[in-house]
């Protein structure tokens, strides 16, 4: 655990089935979203609390249109509040990285996602995107690219997985992964409302469907190069909890949130560089594959918030995982640690896909790993330190 203050276990409001906020009149509300805003812009600051894996907001006006994120002003907040610094010097930085269209204040009002740094300007515990933007910069002439395949559960409020009968299960699973009908299908309103919200701000999605799991599902975020990978995978987090508030449901990206014979939650990560994308490029994905498996723990505590906790629920080498003790690698094997593609293995170039991290992962610190490996060569346990 890398917090200063461990925050306290997610707070499970017994016997609500459903938000009283969710419920207020959204016509009334859509009365005053109409009126004109006199040419102000509402900036909505988002980033990563002490927890490494919820996000923090809050708005502020501008007086005119940000055209790129260099005309956003800084900010601060009290991190003694998001489980970020210890009461004196709790005064965080916000540093604009990158802005987004707002989905739901709409243009020209903007979503900034912001790096942060404490009293000293140091990055945060949980700024992991300090060093990744570093490493990522000094591998900008290999175009790292990855995509992410963010797999998620929807709750009620109550903690209960949503659609499930109040005191039981449903039927086991089988028909639910890629389904449509409402037997099958729990959510989907929600799984639009994401999607458009994320095509409308300008995330990089790329795709959705229902996993194996009743009430879980699955965007793609990529590709993206760099650094772009995390940015655009926080802030399609953000979307998805803010559009799951307007409809009272909870999202958790929770690596096993039902024990037993029910499929795990994780963040596949497709990465390629500009020579595994060449003639000749399996090659250099096999020697990439040969250096991660030097280093399997090294990347287990990179792949969860609890430096493997979490992802141990779920890699059990079950339900499409591996066993999280062992590095496998193979064409077509969902369960191994790294799958080839089968395309892939037929073009004998292109990418492969690393299937240990969690749902829960920083994709910062994700992507890190990987080019930390298999572009740097890094070997050992412990990352090397480049600012030496
Ligand atoms: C990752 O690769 C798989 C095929 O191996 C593909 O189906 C998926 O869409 C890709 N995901 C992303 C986010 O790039």
Known sequence: CRL????????????????????????????????????????????????????????RTLDS???????????????????QSEGSNSDMFLIPVAMFRDPFRKDPN???????????????????????????????NNHPWF????????????????????????????PYYCAVGADKAYGRDIVESHYRACLYAGVQICG??????????????????????????????????RVCEDFGVVVSFDPKPISGNWNGAGCHTN????DMREEGGL???????EMLAKRHSYHIRAYDPKGGLDNARRLTGHHETSNIDEFSAGVANRGASIRIPRMVGQEKKGYFEDRRPSANCDPYIVTEALVR???????????NDYSK
Not at 22 to 36: F, I, T
Not at 147 to 173: A, C, K, R, V
Not at 213 to 225: N, R, S, T, V, Y
């Open 4 to 59: 200063i203050m461990c925050p306290p276990p997610p707070c499970r409001v017994k016997n609500m089935a459903t938000s009283a906020s969710s419920k207020l009149n959204k016509a009334v509300k859509q009365q005053y979203m109409d009126l004109p805003q006199g040419g102000k812009v509402q900036a909505l600051y988002i980033w990563i609390d002490g927890s490494g894996e919820g996000l923090r907001c809050k708005t």
């Open 65 to 83: 249109e940000p055209k790129a994120v260099e005309d956003l002003p800084e900010w601060n907040f009290d991190g003694s509040s998001t489980y």
């Open 110 to 140: 903007k979503l900034v996602l912001c790096e942060v740094l404490k009293y000293n300007r140091t990055p945060a515990e949980t700024n992991l995107r300090h060093t990744c933007k570093q490493i990522m910069s000094m591998v900008q």
């Open 147 to 174: 995509g992410m395949e963010q797999e998620y559960t929807l709750l009620g409020i109550d903690g209960h997985p949503f659609g499930w009968p109040s005191n039981g299960f449903p039927g086991p699973q089988g």
């Open 208 to 241: 959705t469907n229902a996993e194996v799991m009743p009430a879980q599902w699955e965007f793609q975020i990529g590709p993206c190069e760099g650094i772009n990978m995390g940015d655009h995978l926080w802030v399609a987090r953000f979307i998805l909890h």
């Open 271 to 274: 990465f390629s560089t500009k």
């Open 283 to 289: 090659k250099v994905i096999e020697d990439a594959i």
């Open 373 to 383: 490996t298999c572009l740097l060569k890094e070997e050992g346990e412990e990352p």
